[in-house]
C-alpha cells in the first residue's frame, strides 16, 4: 500500500473494517432471507395469523430498542446485528398486512380494541385501511435500510444510535395505526424525541440549531392540534375514537377552526409553503439514517393526517377550504423547485425538492376525486423510496469524501460507475420519467389537479419542467464534466456489496410501481372511495336528504 | 400476430439488460454482438409484421392494465397496422445498420458496452412509441426516447459542451412535453379514455364544443391538437423549440443518424399523422401544424447556408426536412409526411454516417472549410454521400424526390394555406440543394486544407462501416420507389397502403399541373446545384464578397437568428436569478426566515416583562393558581354543558 497522505493508515483500517462487515453483511443475506422466506411460509401455510400483527410490529422495535440499551457498550457488532435482525424480524412480521389485506373493503382491519384509561373513554385501539397500510410496510423497510446504510458511518454512541432508530420505528408505525387520538397523540409526540436526538446528538456541525429548529416547529403544530384534540373530545360524547368521529357530523364553524387547529400540525409536518423552512436545515444537519426517516415516513405523517382526520372528520370545511390548500400546494410546488436551482449543498437541493414533491401530494390529496387522492397517497410512498434513495445516496458518497457541497464533486461517474447508475435511477425517478414510479404518481396527481381546477393543474405541471432542471442540473455538476481532482488520489472505492444491498430494494420498487403501479394502487381503492364520499355526501342538510329519499 | 408482436420491443430491451449488468464484467468488447442480435430480430419479425399487414391484418392488443385508478384505465398494447409498420422497418433497419456501422466507429471507446446499450435501450423506446395503442403509452416512449436521446448525446460526458447539450435538449424537450402531458389529461376529460381505438371513434362528438379561457372561446378540438402538437414541437425540433438538435450533435454520429435524423426526431411527425382523425377536425389546428413546418423547413435551411460543422449543417438540414414533412400533415397529406419520413430515414442518416465516416478519416475534424479533395482517398464515401445530397436535393429517380415531389403536388392542391407553403417549400427545395452540394464541393472537391498530419492519415473506414453506407445508399436510391406516382407511370403503392389509417387528400387540379410543380421543383434544385459550384467550385470568393456585403444577414446566419442568446435572456437567467438571488436570499432567509426567528425573539421580549411577575411570594402564586383553576374549570363546564 502506497502512503499517499498522513491519514493513509485510517484508510487502511476502514477498508478493513468494511471488507469484514461486507462479509457479515452477506452472510446475512443469505441466512436470514432464507428464515425469512421460511417463516413467512409458515404464515402463508395457516389459516389464521396467530399473533396481533399491528401490537407486534409497534412493540418488537421499542421492546428491541429496550434490548439493545441493556447490551454493553464494547460489544458494537452485537449491538448492530441485533438492530439489523430485529428491523428484519419486524419487516418479516409484518408482511400478513401485504398478503392478507383485504383490498374489497374500505373497513378498518386488522383491529385490536383493547379498554385502556376507561375512565377517560381512552382505548388501545388500532388497525389499518388502506390509506395507512403502504406507510407501515414502507417504515419496517426503510428502517432496515436505515440500519444497513448506517452500519459504518455511525462511530459513537453506537448502541443509543440503534436504540433511538428502533424507538423511531415502533413509533412511525404506531402512528399510522391508531384508532384513538389520545394514543395517536402519544405516539406522534413520542416519535418527535428520538428525532429530535438523531439530529441533535449523530448530526452535522450546526446539528443543535436544525434540532431545536425541527423540534419547536412540530410543537407548536402539534399544540394546536392538542387543543383540537380536546374539543373534539368533548364532542363526539367524550370518547377519542377516531371511527366514531368519523361518523359524527360537527357544526360548520367549528369543523373550520377544527380543521385550521389540526391543519397546523400536518402542514407543518409536511411541510407546506410558508412553513418548509425547517426541513432544509433538519435535513442537512441530520445523519444518513435521520434524513432517510425523515424524508421517508416523518412528514408523510402530515399528508397522513390530512387524509385520516381533516378529510372524513370536517368534511365541509375540508370541502370549503380546497381551492386554498391547492393553492399553497402549486406554491410549494413551484417555490420549491426554483428553489432548488440556487441550491449549493446536495442535501439541502433534495431536502427542497421534497418540499415541491409533497407540494403535489396535497395538490392530489386536496383535488378531492380518486385520481388526486390515490396519485397523492402512491406520491407519498413514491416520494418515501425515491428521495429516502437519494438521501442513502448522498450518505454512501458523504462517507467517503466528508462533503456535500456540489462544487467538490465532477466527474463522479468516472470514479463511481455503479454508484452514478444508481444515483442516475433515482434523479430520473424524481422528474418523473415513465417507467419510473415518478411519473405515475405525478401523472395522476395533475390529471386530479386538473379536473378539480384546470389552472391549479396547468401550474403544477410547470413544476415537472423546473424538476428536470435541478435534478439534470445537480447530476450534471456532481457526476459529469471532468473529474474533480478532490475526488482523485484517496483510493475512494465504488460502492460495496452492503451499499448496494441496501439501494437494491428502491431500485427494484422503482420500476415496479413504475411498471405495473396497480399493485400498490389496489390496495386503496375501496378506502379513498370511501373517503371521497364522505366528504361529497356531508353537509347535505337533513331536510333535502329526506326528500331526495322520498323522491326515490 | 400477437404471438411475437411483443418480442419486436422486448428484445432490444433484454439486449440492453444484458450489456448494462454484464458489459463490464462479461460482454466488454463483445457487447455488439448481443445489441446487434436483439435488434436484428425486431428487425425480422417487424418483417413479419409488414408482412401480415400488407395481407390486411391489422391487430389492437392489449398486454395487461398499465395503470388503473378510478375511471382512469390504461393498458400496456399494441396497435399494428400500416402506419406502425412501416415505422417499424424504418426504425429496425436504420437502427440495425447503425448498430452494424458503431462496431467499427465506436471501436476502442472505454464505454463500449454502456454504449451499445443505450442504443438497445432507445431502439426499445422508439419501438414502444410506435407501436402503442393508448396515449400514455406513446408518452412512456416519447420521454424515454428522449432519456435516450440525453444519455447519448451526453455520451462522453467528461466534455462540458457534450453534458451541456444532453441537458438542453431534455429540458426543452420537457417544454413541448408540458403541452402534450395536458393535451393527454384533456382528452381523457373529454373522451373518458386514452386508448386510440376510443378516442377515434369518439373524437367527432367533440365537434363544436367549446372551452373557456382567459376570456375566450376555444375550440376544444382545436386546443387538444394544439396541445399534443406542442409535443411534436419539441420532439421534432419545430420553431420555437428547434435549439436543441443542433446542439445534440455533440454525440457520437451514429447516434445523430439513428436518433436526430432517422427515428426520435420524426415521433412528433409520426404522432401528429397517427392523430389524423382529430387534427382533421380543427382547420387552425391544421394551418399552425402547416405553417409551423414551412417556417421552419425556411428558417432552417437558411442558417444551413453559412454553417461551416458538416454536423450543424446536417442537422439544420434535419429540422428543414422534418418542416417539410409537418407542412405535408398540415394540408392533409399525411401518407406524403410519413412516405418522406421514410425516405428522410435512408438518406439523412446516410448523411451522417457519411459525415461519421469523414470524421474518422479527418481525427475527429468537422470544419469543412478545413477539408477538400477526400474524393480520392474514400471513394465509398464520397459516392455514397454524393447519392444522398442527390437524394435530399430531388433529382429524379432518386427517393427524395418522390417523397418530396408528392409533398409539393399535395401542398399546391391545399387552398390558400396549401399555395403558401407550397411557395416556401418550393423554395427550400433550391435552399437545400445549394447547402448539401456546398458540403460536397467542400468536402470532397478541391485542394485539402487541414494539416498535414491530418493529410497524413487520410484513409477510407473499415468495411463494417463502409457496407452500412452502401447499403442505406441503395436506400436513398430506391426506397422511393415505392411511391411512384401515376403520372410517371407508377402506382403510388405507399399512398394507397397508408389510405386506410391515413386517407387521401382530394386532388382537383389535372395531370399538367402536376406536371409544372414537379417541373419547377426540379429546376430549383438544379439551380441551387448551379449557384453551389458557382460559389465553391468556380468563383470561390463571391461567398466571401458576399458575406462582406450583406454582413448584417450574414452574421444573423451565422448566429442561428439570436435564438439561443434570446431564450438565455428571457427564461434562463430570470429564473437563475429568481432561484439564487430572489428565493434563497430574500424570501426565505429574510422574510420566513425572519418572521419565524422573530417569534422566539418576541417571546424571549415578552418572558423578559412577564418575569417581573414571577415575585417569588407564595400567596400570589397561590391566588394565581386559584384563579387559573377557576377559568379552566369553567371553561370545561361549559364545553362539557354544550
Known amino acids: 500500500m502506497h502512503d499517499n497522505g498522513h491519514n493513509s493508515t485510517e484508510h487502511t483500517v476502514e477498508n478493513g473494517k468494511k471488507g469484514q462487515s461486507c462479509y457479515q453483511v452477506l452472510t446475512a443475506v443469505f441466512i436470514i432471507p432464507t428464515l425469512a422466506i421460511l417463516f413467512f411460509l409458515g404464515i402463508l401455510s395457516t389459516e389464521q395469523i396467530k399473533y396481533p400483527v399491528l401490537s407486534t410490529v409497534i412493540f418488537l422495535p421499542i421492546a428491541g430498542a429496550l434490548f439493545i440499551f441493556l447490551l454493553n457498550r464494547q460489544n458494537e457488532s452485537l449491538i448492530k446485528w441485533s438492530c439489523l435482525v430485529i428491523s428484519i424480524a419486524n419487516f418479516i412480521l409484518s408482511m400478513p398486512l401485504y398478503t392478507r389485506f383485504d383490498k374489497t373493503t374500505a373497513n378498518m382491519q386488522f383491529v385490536e380494541r383493547h379498554d385502556w384509561i376507561p375512565s377517560w373513554g381512552v382505548k388501545y385501539a388500532l388497525g389499518v385501511d388502506g390509506i395507512s397500510v403502504l406507510f407501515v410496510l414502507l417504515s419496517a423497510l426503510l428502517t432496515i435500510l436505515c440500519v444497513t446504510v448506517s452500519w459504518t458511518s455511525i462511530k459513537d454512541k453506537i448502541k443509543e444510535f440503534y436504540a433511538a432508530l428502533l424507538l423511531i420505528e415502533g413509533s412511525m408505525i404506531g402512528v399510522f395505526c391508531s384508532l384513538d387520538l389520545f394514543l395517536f397523540y402519544i405516539l406522534w409526540e413520542a416519535m418527535l424525541i428520538p428525532m429530535y436526538l438523531l439530529i441533535g446528538v449523530w448530526g452535522g456541525p450546526n446539528r443543535i440549531y436544525a434540532a431545536i429548529k425541527f423540534f419547536l416547529f412540530t410543537l407548536v403544530g402539534s399544540l394546536l392540534m392538542l387543543v383540537g384534540i380536546i374539543v373534539l373530545y368533548f364532542n363526539t360524547g367524550n370518547s377519542f375514537d377516531i371511527l366514531q368521529m368519523m361518523k359524527t357530523n360537527y357544526p360548520y364553524n367549528m369543523q373550520i377552526l377544527l380543521f385550521w387547529a389540526f391543519f397546523a400540525a400536518f402542514a407543518v409536518k409536511v411541510p407546506m409553503f410558508p412553513v418548509h423552512t425547517w426541513l432544509p436545515d433538519a435535513h442537512t444537519e441530520a445523519p444518513t439514517a435521520g434524513s432517510v426517516i425523515l424524508a421517508g415516513i416523518l412528514i408523510k405523517m402530515g399528508a397522513y393526517g390530512f387524509l385520516r382526520f381533516n378529510m372524513p372528520l370536517f368534511p365541509e370545511a375540508t370541502k370549503a377550504l380546497a381551492p386554498a390548500m391547492m393553492v399553497l400546494s402549486v406554491v410549494a410546488i413551484i417555490y420549491g423547485a426554483v428553489i432548488c436551482l440556487g441550491q449549493t449543498d446536495l442535501k439541502r437541493l433534495i431536502a427542497y425538492s421534497s418540499v415541491s414533491h409533497m407540494g403535489f401530494v396535497t395538490l392530489g390529496l386536496f383535488a378531492l376525486n380518486p385520481q388526486g387522492i390515490q396519485g397523492g397517497i402512491l406520491q407519498m410512498v413514491n416520494h418515501g423510496i425515491v428521495t429516502g434513495a437519494l438521501f442513502l445516496c448522498v450518505g454512501i458518497i458523504y462517507e467517503r469524501t466528508h462533503t456535500r457541497q456540489i462544487a467538490d464533486y465532477g466527474g463522479a461517474a468516472t470514479v463511481f460507475p455503479i454508484y452514478s447508475a444508481f444515483f442516475m435511477v433515482f434523479t430520473l425517478a424524481s422528474v418523473g420519467l415513465p417507467g419510473t414510479n415518478g411519473f405515475i404518481g405525478e401523472f395522476l396527481i395533475i390529471l386530479g389537479g386538473f379536473t378539480a381546477s384546470n389552472l391549479m393543474g396547468v401550474l403544477a405541471a410547470t413544476g415537472v419542467i423546473i424538476g428536470a432542471a435541478y435534478m439534470l442540473w445537480l447530476y450534471q455538476n456532481v457526476f459529469f464534466v471532468e473529474t474533480n481532482p478532490k475526488l482523485l488520489g484517496h483510493g475512494y472505492g465504488d460502492m460495496d456489496s452492503r451499499e448496494i444491498l441496501t439501494l437494491l430494494p428502491l431500485l427494484i420498487l422503482v420500476f415496479w410501481i413504475g411498471v405495473y403501479p396497480n399493485t400498490f394502487l389496489s390496495f386503496m381503492d375501496a378506502s379513498v372511495q370511501n373517503l371521497i364520499e364522505r366528504v361529497n355526501t356531508a353537509g347535505q342538510p337533513q331536510v333535502a336528504q329526506q326528500i331526495i329519499e322520498v323522491i326515490k | ?642
Open chain 2, 1 to 642: 400476430m400477437e404471438k411475437y408482436v411483443v418480442l419486436i420491443p422486448l428484445l432490444p430491451l433484454i439486449g440492453f439488460f444484458i450489456n448494462i449488468l454484464l458489459g463490464r464484467a462479461v460482454t466488454k468488447d463483445k457487447a455488439h454482438s448481443v445489441a446487434i442480435l436483439a435488434v436484428f430480430g425486431s428487425f425480422l419479425f417487424s418483417l413479419m409484421a409488414f408482412y401480415e399487414v400488407a395481407q390486411g391484418n391489422t391487430l389492437n392488443y392489449d398486454v395487461y392494465s398499465w395503470v388503473v385508478c378510478g375511471n382512469f384505465k390504461v393498458t400496456i398494447g399494441f396497435l399494428i397496422d400500416q402506419l406502425t409498420v412501416i415505422m417499424l422497418i424504418v426504425v429496425t433497419t436504420v437502427s440495425l445498420l447503425v448498430h452494424i456501422y458503431s462496431v467499427g466507429y465506436m471501436h476502442g471507446d472505454p464505454g463500449y458496452y454502456r454504449f451499445f446499450s443505450y442504443l438497445n435501450l432507445f431502439t426499445f423506446s422508439m419501438l414502444m412509441l410506435v407501436t402503442s395503442n393508448n396515449l400514455l403509452q406513446l408518452y412512456l416512449g416519447w420521454e424515454a426516447v428522449g432519456l435516450c436521446s440525453y444519455f447519448l448525446i451526453g455520451y462522453w460526458y467528461q466534455k462540458k459542451t457534450a453534458a451541456d447539450a444532453g441537458k438542453k435538449a431534455f429540458i426543452v424537450n420537457r417544454f413541448g412535453d408540458f403541452g402534450f402531458g395536458i393535451g393527454v389529461i384533456v382528452i381523457f376529460l373529454t373522451i373518458g379514455s386514452i386508448q386510440y381505438s376510443d378516442l377515434f371513434s369518439k373524437v367527432g362528438m367533440l365537434q363544436g364544443q367549446t372551452v373557456y379561457i382567459m376570456g375566450y372561446n376555444v375550440d376544444l378540438i382545436t386546443l387538444i391538437a394544439l396541445l399534443l402538437f406542442c409535443g411534436a414541437v419539441g420532439k421534432s425540433a419545430q420553431i420555437p423549440l428547434h435549439v436543441w438538435l443542433p446542439d445534440a450533435m455533440e454525440g457520437p454520429t451514429p447516434v445523430s443518424a439513428l436518433i436526430h435524423a432517422a427515428t426520435m426526431v420524426t415521433a412528433g411527425v409520426f404522432m401528429v399523422a397517427r392523430f389524423n382523425p382529430l387534427f382533421n377536425l380543427s382547420e387552425v389546428a391544421m394551418n399552425v401544424v402547416a405553417i409551423t413546418g414551412a417556417l421552419t423547413a425556411l428558417f432552417a435551411a437558411t442558417i444551413a447556408l453559412v454553417q461551416n460543422d458538416i454536423k450543424r449543417i446536417i442537422a439544420y438540414s434535419t429540422c428543414s426536412q422534418l418542416g417539410y414533412m409537418f407542412l405535408a400533415c398540415g394540408v392533409g397529406a399525411y401518407g406524403a409526411g410519413i412516405f418522406h419520413l421514410y425516405t428522410h430515414a435512408f438518406f439523412k442518416a446516410l448523411l451522417f454516417l457519411g459525415a461519421g465516416s469523414v470524421m474518422h478519416a479527418m481525427a475527429g475534424e468537422l470544419n469543412i472549410q478545413k477539408m477538400g479533395g477526400l474524393r480520392k482517398y474514400m471513394p465509398v464515401t464520397y459516392w455514397t454521400f454524393l447519392i444522398a445530397s442527390l437524394s435530399i436535393a430531388g433529382i429524379p429517380g432518386l427517393a427524395g424526390f418522390f417523397s418530396k415531389d408528392e409533398i409539393l403536388w399535395l401542398a399546391y392542391n391545399g387552398g390558400t394555406t396549401g399555395k403558401i407553403v407550397w411557395i416556401m417549400g418550393t423554395i427550400v427545395a433550391g435552399l437545400t440543394a445549394f447547402y448539401s452540394f456546398r458540403i460536397i464541393w467542400l468536402t470532397f472537391f478541391g485542394k485539402f486544407r487541414g494539416t498535414h498530419e491530418q493529410e497524413h492519415h487520410l484513409h477510407e473506414s473499415p468495411k463494417v462501416m463502409t457496407i452500412p453506407l452502401i447499403l442505406l445508399a441503395i436506400g436513398a436510391v430506391a426506397a422511393g420507389w415505392i411511391g411512384i406516382p401515376t403520372v410517371l407511370g407508377g402506382g403510388n403503392w405507399i399512398g394507397h397502403f397508408f389510405e386506410p389509417v391515413l386517407g387521401h387528400p382530394h386532388v382537383h387540379a389535372g395531370h399538367d399541373e402536376e406536371w409544372m410543380v414537379m417541373g419547377i421543383s426540379v429546376a430549383v434544385a438544379l439551380t441551387g446545384i448551379f449557384v453551389s459550384i458557382l460559389f465553391y467550385v468556380w468563383k470561390p470568393d463571391i461567398p466571401k464578397t458576399l458575406g462582406a456585403k450583406y454582413k448584417a444577414i450574414y452574421t444573423t446566419l451565422w448566429n442561428k437568428y439570436y435564438i439561443d442568446e434570446l431564450y438565455d435572456f428571457i427564461i434562463v437567467r430570470p429564473v437563475k436569478w429568481t432561484a439564487s438571488c430572489l428565493l434563497v436570499d430574500i424570501t426565505d432567509t429574510k422574510i420566513i426566515e425572519g418572521i419565524v426567528n422573530g417569534i422566539p425573539k418576541g417571546i424571549a421580549a415578552f418572558g423578559e416583562k412577564i418575569r417581573k411577575l414571577q415575585t417569588g411570594y407564595l400567596q400570589h402564586y397561590a391566588i394565581s393558581m386559584a384563579i387559573g383553576l377557576f377559568v379552566i374549570l369553567t371553561l370545561v363546564l361549559i364545553a362539557a354543558g354544550k
